[in-house]
């Protein structure tokens, strides 16, 4: 079966887009001067998409879910791919800011241990409680903010948790919930996302998109990655690592990025656990930011960031 594809990336006046990433989460090419493209998709593709670069706009799901929204699923048959970008009216943002949550990790459940103003105990959901309580003080916060302040947001996974049971509805609420303010929201893919279940980690793609991927903001290049795998049914015992093909796409990912933006990771679960790799601590220095320590996970994505 033939799976090579090919698209155009052009901005809202109708110009190509050049020097843009885009993938299959197996491979990475990049547009050339007219914003063309053109890759041998993996047979495993599930998504085609593309970085955002730093001087276009972040895609949204729409005005009130600002999760972002830079893929398209992989269709039987289809050839073409092709995005519309918007190009940010002042270029490249020097300023901005970067609200990231760590593990939201909604349930299906109701607690008996919430409480109202006055100390007695409420009934309410996890999605109402971080939709009340969380998003609104993330908006206090963005509105506390200098006017015309640019805010993206990061979630580091964990998006839901199904105990309660599995709710085919809880992914798209959170993402809602997380979408509900001016900030325009990425996030990684967690280890109870997942659990261990192929329809859970679908649900996830299929509200988020591609588990691997990068974006730049101002002079940073983010890159969340999927560090989340499973043995004997669990992810708890086990630090992040990677597969050997997200390695292979972090590589293409690193080598099409301009060498002089800092290289953000973003993942779940450490890449070591416990206190014994600090005895091997170093101190940073403005010139070397690649971290306090290494173990035989990290030490291979350090040497790429070199």
Request: hydrophobic share 30%; proline share 5%; net charge positive.
């Amino acid at each position: 079966m033939d799976f090579n594809i090919s698209g155009t990336l052009r901005d809202k006046e109708g110009k190509g887009v050049a020097g843009v990433i885009v993938s299959d989460g197996f491979n990475c090419v990049k547009t050339d001067a007219q914003g063309r493209y053109k890759m041998k998709r993996d047979s495993l593709a599930k998504f085609i998409y593309y970085s955002v670069p730093a001087d276009c706009e972040v895609p949204t799901h729409s005005k009130t879910d600002r999760t972002a929204f830079f893929y398209q699923k992989v269709s039987k048959g289809k050839k073409t791919y092709n995005f519309t970008l918007t190009r940010l009216p002042g270029g490249k943002e020097i300023h901005y800011k970067m609200i990231v949550i760590g593990d939201p990790q909604v349930t299906n459940a109701y607690s008996p241990y919430y409480t109202s103003p006055d100390d007695n105990p409420i009934k309410k959901s996890d999605v109402e409680r971080f939709t009340t309580q969380t998003m609104a003080d993330i908006r206090q916060t963005i509105s506390s903010l200098p006017a015309g302040t640019p805010v993206y947001g990061l979630s580091m996974g964990d998006d839901v948790q199904y105990y309660g049971g599995y709710n085919a509805k809880l992914e798209r609420q959170i993402r809602q919930a997380l979408g509900s303010s001016e900030m325009r929201l990425f996030s990684v893919i967690g280890n109870h996302d997942q659990d261990g279940k192929a329809l859970y980690r679908r649900k996830w793609e299929e509200n988020f998109g591609p588990t691997d991927f990068s974006f730049n903001r101002g002079d940073v290049h983010y890159v969340c990655i999927n560090n989340c795998f499973f043995h004997r049914g669990m992810s708890y015992y086990s630090p992040g690592e990677l597969r050997e093909r997200q390695v292979k796409w972090l590589k293409q990912d690193l080598a099409l990025t301009p060498k002089e933006m800092k290289v953000v990771l973003c993942y779940h679960i450490p890449f070591t656990f416990g206190n014994a790799p600090f005895s091997k601590a170093k101190p940073l220095t403005n010139a070397h930011e690649e971290g306090h320590y290494s173990s035989s996970r990290l030490s291979l994505l350090l040497s790429l960031l070199k």
